[in-house]
C-alpha cells in the first residue's frame, strides 16, 4: 500500500505548528498571522489542547487557568466545546473576560466611574458614589443608591486601567500563566495596547500567543500589522479551503504569505467580469463615480447571474454567496430604499455607526426573532435578563407587549416601534436613543434650523416603515462582509459572486485596483487603501470552488491590468450590455 505524502497544506501547518509549540516551550510570546482558509482555528484549539496534556494537572493544582480571549460568543462556544469545556482553561469573549476579573475590585472600579467627567451629571443626581454594588448585565450605564451598573464600553477600558498598576499585573499574570487571544487584530486597541506596554515591552507577564490576520481587519480603524515588542512573528502559509485557481488570486494580491493548497488537483475557477461595454451616460455623484444607472446596474447584475447559471454554477443560498459590496440601486432591490437616502455616508447604516439603526438591528431585530421561533432563553439573553413575573396578569401583559411589538415590525413604522419600546422597556432604549428622543421631545414635532444632523435623520427614520429596517438587517447579516457577527468573515461557500460597485465613501473599488497595479499610494491614502484590500481579501478568499468578481463602475487601463495580474489576463471578461 502507497502512503501518500502529506499536502502542501498539511506540511506548511505542522511547520507553524512546530514553531508555536516552540515559542510555548520557551515562554516566548509570539503571533500566529494565519491568512483566509488557513485553519487559524485549529491551530489553536491544538495549542490549548497540548497545554491541557501537559500541563491542565498542575494548573488546576496551583488554581490557575489558562485564558483564552474570543471575538464572538459563536467563536467561545466552538472552542470550547473542541476542549471538551476543560476546567484548566477560561474561554470567554473580551467582556465575559474583563468582567470576571475587575469584578472583585469593587473599590477601584467605583473610583475608575467617579473620575469619569461625562458622567458628572448622572453621579451627582444618584447623590454621589458611596459603596453602592458595581454590576455588569444590561450593558447601559446606571447609578443609584445602592448599584452601579456598568456600560460595555467600559469593561476593556477599566480592563487596561487596572493592568496599569503593577498590583494587578501580578494578580492578572498569577490567575493566567497563559493568554490567548483569538483575532487579536480585531480586539479592543485598550486592551492590546495595556498587554503590550506592561507584557510584551517588559519581558513579564504571562506567555501571550495572538491568533489572527490583520489582512481581515474590517472592523478597526487600525489596517497595518501592529508592531508588538517581544512577540515572535509566525505565519501559517496553508490554505485547506479553496481551490488552487482561487489560491493562486489570493498569493497575487498578497505574495508576502504565500499559501499552499490541500489538494493541488482540485477543479475550479475565479474570474473577473466588467461594465466598460456601456459606452453611455454614468452616474457622477460624490459616492457614485463612473457608476452604472441603477436599472442598468441590475440588469448587468442579473446578466452575469444567468450566465454563471448556465455555465453550472447552483445559485441556491446553500451553494452561492452573493457578496454586494453595493450602492442605492441595490439598497432598493433589496427592499430599503427610504433608509438608504437618509444618510449620506452608507456606512452609518450599513455598519451599524448610527445608535438609532444600531439599536434597532443589534437589540431589537434579534429579541423579535427569537419570539417569534420560541425561544425565550436567546429573547431574555438579548433583553438583558429573565423578566419580573409574579402572577399570571404579568405573564399575559409581557406576552401582551411583544405581540404588540411584532405587529409593529410588520405593519408599522421604526417610529411607532420606539414609541412603543419607550412605554414598555422590552426592550430598554439605548442611552444615545433615549437622548435623541428626549431632545425632539423637548424641540416639538417640527424640524428647527438649529437641530444637528443626527437629529434630523432621527426624525427622518422614525417615518420609515419598519420592513425596510427588518430588509436592511437580512441584507447586512446575509449579502455583506459587514455583519458584526463575523457572519461572512470566517465563513466558506461552494461559490461566491462579488459585486464591487459605488456608493460606500469608504471604498472606491477603480482606485483600489489602479493603485495596486502602480504601488503610487501617497502616505494620507494609506489606510484608505488599506481599508479597500482588506474588504476585497475577505470578499474573494471565501469560496471554496468558484469565485466571480463584478465590478460595475469604469474601469481604467491600470485597473484593467490589476485584475489581469490577479486573475490571469483570459480570465478578465467583459459583459456585454444587457438587452431592453
Given at each position: 500500500m502507497t502512503i501518500q505524502p502529506p499536502s502542501p497544506a498539511i506540511v506548511a501547518a505542522q511547520q507553524a505548528q512546530e514553531k508555536l509549540e516552540a515559542c510555548l516551550e520557551a515562554e516566548a510570546n509570539f503571533r500566529l498571522e494565519a491568512g483566509a482558509g488557513a485553519g487559524k482555528t485549529y491551530s489553536l484549539v491544538a495549542a490549548l489542547r497540548k497545554l491541557i496534556a501537559e500541563r491542565g494537572t498542575a494548573l488546576l493544582n496551583a488554581g490557575q487557568r489558562v485564558a483564552c480571549i474570543t471575538y464572538t460568543e459563536v467563536a467561545r462556544n466552538e472552542i470550547a466545546q473542541e476542549i471538551e469545556q476543560h476546567p484548566a482553561i477560561l474561554v470567554n469573549t473580551i467582556h465575559g473576560f474583563g468582567w470576571s476579573f475587575i469584578a472583585p475590585f469593587q473599590k477601584q472600579l467605583r473610583d475608575l466611574v467617579a473620575a469619569q467627567e461625562n458622567r458628572q451629571e448622572a453621579i451627582e443626581a444618584a447623590g454621589g458614589i458611596h459603596?453602592?454594588?458595581?454590576?455588569?448585565?444590561?450593558?447601559?450605564?446606571?447609578?443609584?443608591?445602592?448599584?452601579?451598573?456598568?456600560?460595555?464600553?467600559?469593561?476593556?477600558?477599566?480592563?487596561?486601567?487596572?493592568?496599569?498598576?503593577?498590583?494587578?499585573?501580578?494578580?492578572?499574570?498569577?490567575?493566567?500563566?497563559?493568554?490567548?487571544?483569538?483575532?487579536?487584530?480585531?480586539?479592543?486597541?485598550?486592551?492590546?495596547?495595556?498587554?503590550?506596554?506592561?507584557?510584551?515591552?517588559?519581558?513579564?507577564?504571562?506567555?501571550?500567543?495572538?491568533?489572527?490576520?490583520?489582512?481581515?481587519?474590517?472592523?478597526?480603524?487600525?489596517?497595518?500589522?501592529?508592531?508588538?515588542?517581544?512577540?515572535?512573528?509566525?505565519?501559517?502559509?496553508?490554505?485547506?479551503?479553496?481551490?488552487?485557481?482561487?489560491?493562486?488570486?489570493?498569493?497575487?494580491?498578497r505574495p508576502e504569505l504565500v499559501q499552499h493548497v490541500d489538494d493541488e488537483t482540485a477543479q475550479g475557477e475565479a474570474r473577473f467580469f466588467h461594465c466598460n461595454a456601456y459606452t453611455g451616460e454614468?452616474?457622477?455623484?460624490?459616492?457614485?463615480?463612473?457608476?452604472?444607472?441603477?436599472?442598468?446596474?441590475?440588469?448587468?447584475?442579473?446578466?452575469?447571474?444567468?450566465?454563471?447559471?448556465?455555465?453550472?454554477?447552483?445559485?441556491?443560498?446553500?451553494?452561492?454567496?452573493?457578496?454586494?459590496?453595493?450602492?442605492?440601486?441595490?439598497?432598493?432591490?433589496?427592499?430599503?430604499?427610504n433608509l438608504a437616502n437618509i444618510f449620506e455616508h452608507k456606512e452609518a447604516f450599513s455598519k451599524k455607526e448610527d445608535a438609532t439603526i444600531s439599536f434597532l438591528a443589534d437589540t431589537v431585530e434579534p429579541?423579535?426573532?427569537?419570539?417569534?421561533?420560541?425561544?425565550?432563553?436567546?429573547?431574555?439573553?438579548?433583553?438583558?435578563?429573565?423578566?419580573?413575573?409574579?402572577?399570571?396578569?404579568?405573564?399575559?401583559?409581557?406576552?401582551?407587549?411583544?405581540?404588540?411589538?411584532?405587529?409593529?415590525?410588520?405593519?408599522?413604522?421604526?417610529?411607532?416601534?420606539?414609541?412603543?419600546?419607550?412605554?414598555?422597556?422590552?426592550?430598554?432604549?439605548?442611552?444615545?436613543?433615549?437622548?435623541?428622543?428626549?431632545?425632539?421631545?423637548?424641540l416639538g414635532p417640527d424640524e428647527t434650523p438649529d437641530e444637528s444632523k443626527s437629529l434630523k435623520r432621527h426624525r427622518k427614520l422614525k417615518n420609515v416603515v419598519y420592513r425596510e429596517l427588518v430588509a436592511l438587517v437580512e441584507f447586512i447579516n446575509g449579502f455583506t462582509p459587514f455583519a458584526t457577527q463575523h457572519s461572512v468573515k470566517g465563513a466558506e461557500f461552494e461559490n461566491v459572486l462579488v459585486i464591487l460597485s459605488a456608493g460606500w465613501n469608504h471604498y472606491n473599488w477603480p482606485k483600489f485596483l489602479e493603485s495596486l497595479q502602480t504601488g503610487n499610494i501617497p502616505a494620507k491614502e494609506q489606510a484608505s487603501f488599506a481599508r479597500w484590500r482588506n474588504l476585497f481579501y475577505v470578499a474573494i478568499s471565501r469560496p471554496k470552488k468558484r469565485l466571480a468578481v463584478l465590478a460595475t463602475q469604469t474601469l481604467g487601463p491600470q485597473a484593467l491590468a490589476a485584475a489581469a495580474h490577479l486573475f490571469g489576463a483570459e480570465n478578465v471578461l467583459s459583459l456585454p450590455v444587457p438587452q431592453a
Open positions: 459603596n453602592q454594588t458595581v454590576e455588569y448585565n444590561l450593558g447601559f450605564f446606571g447609578i443609584d443608591d445602592k448599584r452601579i451598573t456598568l456600560h460595555h464600553d467600559d469593561i476593556p477600558k477599566y480592563l487596561a486601567a487596572l493592568l496599569a498598576n503593577p498590583k494587578f499585573q501580578k494578580i492578572f499574570s498569577s490567575l493566567h500563566p497563559v493568554l490567548f487571544i483569538d483575532e487579536y487584530q480585531d480586539t479592543d486597541p485598550l486592551v492590546m495596547s495595556a498587554l503590550s506596554d506592561q507584557f510584551f515591552a517588559t519581558g513579564t507577564g504571562p506567555i501571550i500567543g495572538l491568533f489572527g490576520d490583520h489582512w481581515q481587519t474590517i472592523y478597526r480603524k487600525d489596517y497595518q500589522l501592529a508592531e508588538f515588542p517581544n512577540v515572535e512573528p509566525i505565519d501559517k502559509g496553508s490554505n485547506f479551503r479553496s481551490v488552487p485557481d482561487i489560491v493562486d488570486v489570493l498569493n497575487k494580491l454614468r452616474v457622477d455623484s460624490r459616492n457614485g463615480k463612473a457608476e452604472l444607472p441603477a436599472e442598468l446596474s441590475v440588469s448587468f447584475i442579473n446578466s452575469l447571474k444567468a450566465q454563471l447559471e448556465a455555465e453550472g454554477w447552483d445559485l441556491a443560498p446553500a451553494k452561492t454567496k452573493i457578496l454586494m459590496l453595493t450602492h442605492n440601486a441595490i439598497a432598493a432591490e433589496r427592499g430599503y430604499p429579541i423579535c426573532l427569537a419570539y417569534i421561533a420560541g425561544n425565550y432563553g436567546e429573547m431574555f439573553r438579548f433583553m438583558g435578563g429573565l423578566p419580573t413575573i409574579r402572577k399570571s396578569a404579568d405573564k399575559a401583559e409581557w406576552r401582551a407587549q411583544m405581540d404588540q411589538l411584532i405587529a409593529l415590525r410588520a405593519d408599522g413604522t421604526i417610529g411607532e416601534v420606539i414609541d412603543l419600546l419607550k412605554n414598555t422597556l422590552r426592550p430598554r432604549l439605548t442611552d444615545r436613543v433615549a437622548k435623541r428622543e428626549a431632545e425632539i421631545a423637548g
